[in-house]
């Protein structure tokens, strides 16, 4: 049988960052700036918006993408913010993050002439959703201490598509055998470039520096730069 | 298991270049800073072709070495993986200038257009 071969070149995730390139026209229309908000389930995305949220002082609604159920919106629908949730066991081969196609079909859910800034928390999970652009203006991630210090060195694409990272959990510290020096250098050898807060969810220490990130992210013409950056990491790279 | 969802993109890209013939292999670029598994994307692959164009084929994975240009040294290197450091000098100051693609290169086609196959 006669067989040719066809060249091509077509990058594998055109047709997801099409549609996220569509979602992000719609954002800008509407005025809205987007975070892109990762993690691995369990460092504590929820909780910290659950602190970060309230006296924001800017419109901010919610986008919340799990495989199952509505736990997570409802804490957060509790705050008094728009949530709107996504699950993600609908789409095939898309279950263990969002992707852009995801987020536009739950954009008519979204309230965005109402808000200035939306966050969206993806599915925990420290590989795909890295791949996968929703048409977010910006990329960050919650790494808690009880996560171990090597996570930058394991899941390097996640590390990389972020600009901030925030370390969570800090009060734990004192009862871990956690070296807060060797993440951070870890952080750089994958990702030079990228910002960090120490925050605690739980004592609310850190969590004020977050809301002046979320504040700047939501003012577009600000370029949101993490107010507290420790000695040696350099400012995010624009 | 991002591959999964990297497979069902391929096997699109695929029929839709596939002009109605049989697809029996698919050249693929996986750039080194990826975190694709070759044999996950191989598996995934294979799974979701069943019932298209591309059922059965055969994915060839070129791994694409990721090369950084030393902002520092000017030297450019070759790397496998992290920490992306310059080979000559161990600066991170480097610009990536291959190692992030994911593309497919081309496609081997088989036999006649198909009336029956959608393009």
Same mark, same amino acid.
């Given at each position: ?18 549609? @996220? ?20 389930? $369990? ?33 957060? @629908? ?15 081969? $898309?279950?263990?993050? !969002? ?57 390097? !694409?996640?590390?990389? @598509? ?65 107010? @507290? ?10 | ?24 292999? =698919?050249?693929? &670029? =996986? ?8 044999? &996950? ?16 084929? =055969? ?61």
């Amino acid at each position: 049988m006669h067989r040719t071969r066809v060249r091509i070149v077509a990058d594998v995730l055109d047709a997801n960052d099409t549609i @996220a390139r569509a979602n992000n026209e719609d954002f800008e229309a509407a005025g809205v700036s987007v975070v892109n908000l990762m993690s691995a389930p $369990g460092a504590g995305k929820t909780a910290l918006l659950e602190r970060a949220l309230p006296h924001l002082g800017v419109r901010v609604g919610v986008l919340e993408g799990d495989v199952q159920g509505t736990l997570d919106a409802e804490r957060l @629908a509790s705050l008094h913010v728009p949530v709107t949730q996504i699950q993600t066991d609908l789409g095939f081969g $898309g279950e263990c993050h !969002l992707d852009a196609n995801m987020v536009r079909a739950a954009l008519p859910e979204v309230p965005l002439d109402e808000l200035d800034l939306l966050v969206v928390e993806n599915v925990g999970n420290l590989v795909c959703p890295a791949e996968f652009r929703i048409g977010e203006h910006r990329r960050a991630m919650v790494c808690s201490v009880a996560e171990g210090e090597d996570k930058p060195l394991k899941y390097p !694409l996640m590390f990389r @598509a972020c600009e901030l990272v925030l370390v969570n959990k800090i009060d734990l510290l004192p009862h871990l055998e956690y070296d807060l020096d060797l993440f951070l250098a870890n952080l750089r050898t994958v990702n030079p470039a990228c910002a960090h807060l120490l925050v605690s969810a739980r004592t609310g220490e850190g969590v004020e520096a977050f809301r002046d990130w979320l504040r700047a992210a939501a003012s577009p013409r600000t370029p949101a730069r993490p107010p @507290a950056v420790a000695p040696g990491v350099p400012e995010p790279a624009r | 298991m991002h591959e999964l969802a990297l497979a069902e993109s391929v096997v699109k890209i695929a029929e839709e270049h596939a002009d109605g013939k049989r697809v029996t292999k =698919v050249e693929l &670029a =996986v750039g080194a800073l990826r975190q694709v598994v070759p044999e &996950a994307l191989a598996f995934g692959f294979e799974a979701v072709a069943v019932g298209t164009a591309a059922e059965g084929a =055969v994915l060839e994975i070129d791994e694409v070495p990721a090369r950084l240009a030393c902002e520092a040294c000017g030297a450019e290197t070759e790397r496998s993986g992290f920490p992306l450091a310059c080979g000559r000098c161990g600066s991170l100051d480097v610009d990536v200038r291959s190692g992030e693609e994911l593309l497919v290169l081309a496609l081997e086609l088989e036999g006649e257009r198909d009336p029956e196959r959608r393009a």
